[in-house]
């Protein structure tokens, strides 16, 4: 969620450190700071409420010269937005702090550091860290030694930087819960909550590991694992690339991202499914062994990676013929459950650093699943380097905080997924064929559905003085109504609700009016006599119906209903079409109400917090 920057250099830094924060933006934040320690060994530091902009500004005017510092942009958590609560924080002008994560015990130790005679200057759980390291900096023999009593006291999640005036050239990191990333310079050296952040500077990296400790200096990247052993972490070339100002033609990430999906998915399939054949190493060297063992699946995930979980349910007990349950991640680590026989634990992630679902994957390493597989996009990331087996999705890097083509290609890794272990229970190989030709067909389906932009734009009107919306689906459409309602409300603030169609009369009937819009998804399909019975419920009742359908499902626009054509495509592959018309929608009502498309409120765009 908030985006952490530090430098260890001979040069002076600040532009750096700006620089790395706007390439984070996109993570969400409430304010921005930066501290850096002078050649004096003066501490400076320069906050500021709102974007990263108002802190360039603010540096244009007032220049801090220094070639060590720490910057970060806050989400708030502990405190209200405000400058005195933004990042980083100080104890005594010496010590400066950022930190990413949450401090579970915070009030505690606030009330020690304050017998002690500490005062706070900030509502933030971040602020005990500051002044802990200073205490125990009056016994420790280094800042090293300090940093490693703190965090010993914190219960909860951090990524943590820090510096003292007192010893100018070094920086300290700990990693519990909350992702740190190394970067490797000539004669100089970085850490960031995320490499984006550090891509202009240097393109080697290694990650820190669960309790990890490090030193940097520039010269230097000293390494502490959880027990205080030193470690090596592998430091390795990354071939990341983005550039933080490209949107190229496009007024926004989203609507770039949402076109990108046809070259994403292709990215995604290359070399992973040759004719109508899957290459089942493209999930890890012994997942072939793993699948064949597989009796059921129990998918985690969060937001929209929740809903791509939906759909691999349905297909997987559909065509594999294997039992699949999927759960939030924040409500399957806080209660117990039963684990099936060689059951396999996926994990879905766009950035693999989720602190949930991360959090659901450690506790089910000792549950007895026989194995477990992560969908992500990041290479390198948490999740990826924890589990047994991994699906990369090869997106690219999606900025957007709205997910558009992660959700896609994860969409395609599930179904990958599906392929792959339907092979082992029972699937035969004509069927395997028939899907892996469906799949091969998405990316030019997808252009043909962007096509659409035009009079899905011309629809969005109708939703200009709209407050609320229902979509509906049926099977395996009902999570991609989901995920469009979670689209609007996310970019639009519309209050929408999706419900599987044939709840209707069990309730959300009693919504429907004429200021109520109604979005169906409606592909020609087993369930589609279902589905036009229900969209006459809502008629009957003086709804509005906004409806996304192919040629052969029959449904024909009148003054209650607005129908779009959506391209003919194969049953299976129906989620992924349809999930591109409800994309455009939400954006183009988002730029009919003026909100802030690629950065909604109150939003984050990795989050690791709870």
């Known amino acids: 969620m908030c985006g952490i920057v530090g430098a260890v250099a001979q040069r002076d830094v600040a532009d750096i450190l700006v620089e790395g924060l706007k390439r984070l933006e996109y993570r969400g934040y409430d304010s921005a700071g930066v501290a850096i320690i002078d050649n004096q060994h003066g501490l400076n530091r320069l906050r500021r409420l709102g974007k990263v902009q108002e802190l360039a500004d603010a540096l244009n005017d007032s220049p801090l010269v220094g070639g060590t510092g720490i910057a970060h942009t806050r989400w708030a958590t502990h405190g209200a937005p405000s400058e005195a609560n933004a990042h980083p924080h100080i104890s005594s002008n010496t010590i400066a702090v950022v930190h990413n994560g949450i401090i579970e015990n915070h009030n505690e130790l606030r009330e020690k550091l304050q017998a002690l005679g500490y005062e706070f200057a900030s509502e933030t759980d971040t602020e005990v860290i500051t002044h802990l390291v200073h205490y125990e900096l009056k016994k420790a023999s280094s800042l090293m030694e300090a940093v490693q009593l703190t965090v010993k006291q914190l219960e909860g999640a951090y990524g943590t930087v820090v510096m003292d005036t007192r010893d100018k050239d070094r920086v300290v990191v700990a990693r519990s819960g909350s992702p740190l990333v190394i970067g490797y310079g000539l004669g100089e050296n970085f ?5 984006m952040a550090l891509l202009p500077v240097t393109r080697k990296f290694s990650y820190l590991e669960e309790g990890d400790v490090a030193e940097i200096t520039r010269f230097e990247v000293n390494i502490v694992d959880k027990e205080g052993n030193p470690v090596i972490r592998e430091a390795k070339e990354s071939e990341v690339s983005h550039d933080a100002g490209d949107k190229g033609e496009y007024r926004h990430y989203m609507l770039k991202e949402t076109y990108e999906q046809p070259t994403a ?32 699946v129990q998918i985690i995930a969060c937001g929209t990676s929740y809903h791509s979980g939906m759909v691999a349910r349905y297909w997987l007990e559909a065509h594999a013929g294997v039992s699949c349950n999927i759960e939030i991640a924040s409500e399957f680590r806080y209660r117990k459950s039963h684990v099936p026989k060689n059951a396999l634990l996926v994990t879905i992630s766009q950035s693999g650093e989720t602190a949930d679902t991360l959090a659901a994957l450690r506790l089910a390493k000792d549950l007895g699943y026989k194995a477990s597989l992560t969908i992500c996009n990041v290479a390198g990331s948490s999740l990826v380097r924890e589990s047994d087996l991994a699906f990369m999705t090869k997106a690219g890097a999606e900025i957007g905080v709205a997910s558009t083509k992660a959700f896609t290609t994860q969409l395609v890794g599930l179904l990958m997924m599906t392929l792959a272990l339907g092979k082992h229970h029972g699937m035969s190989e004509e069927r395997q064929a028939e899907i892996a030709q469906s799949i091969m067909t998405l990316p030019n389906k ?11 734009e011309a629809l969005a009107e109708d939703f200009a003085d709209k407050n609320h919306a229902l979509f509906l689906g049926r099977g395996d459409q009902y999570p991609i109504a989901m995920e469009g309602a979670l689209k609007l409300k996310e970019i639009s603030y519309i209050h929408a609700e999706a419900y599987a169609a044939g709840e209707l009369k069990h309730g959300p009937l009693a919504l429907i009016d004429a200021e109520m819009p109604v979005i169906v998804v409606a592909p020609q399909n087993d369930l589609i006599e279902k589905l036009k019975s229900n969209v006459e419920e809502v008629r009957a009742r003086g709804g509005l119906m906004y409806v996304f359908a192919d040629s052969n499902a029959n449904f024909s626009s009148d003054e209650t209903m607005k129908v779009i054509d959506v391209p003919l495509c194969d049953d299976i592959i129906a989620p992924i079409v349809y999930t591109l018309p409800l994309q455009l929608l939400s954006y183009y009502v988002a730029i009919i109400k003026g909100t802030d498309v690629d950065q909604p409120r109150n939003l984050a765009k990795s989050v690791t917090v709870e």
């Open 446 to 456: 997808l252009e043909e559905v962007l096509a659409l932009a035009d009079p899905i």
């Open 265 to 296: 998915i292709r990215n995604t399939l290359e070399g992973r499914l040759i004719g109508s054949t899957l290459d089942i190493n493209t999930f890890g060297d012994s997942a072939d062994d793993i699948f064949k063992e597989i009796e059921h």
């Open 191 to 195: 850490i960031a909550s995320d490499l």
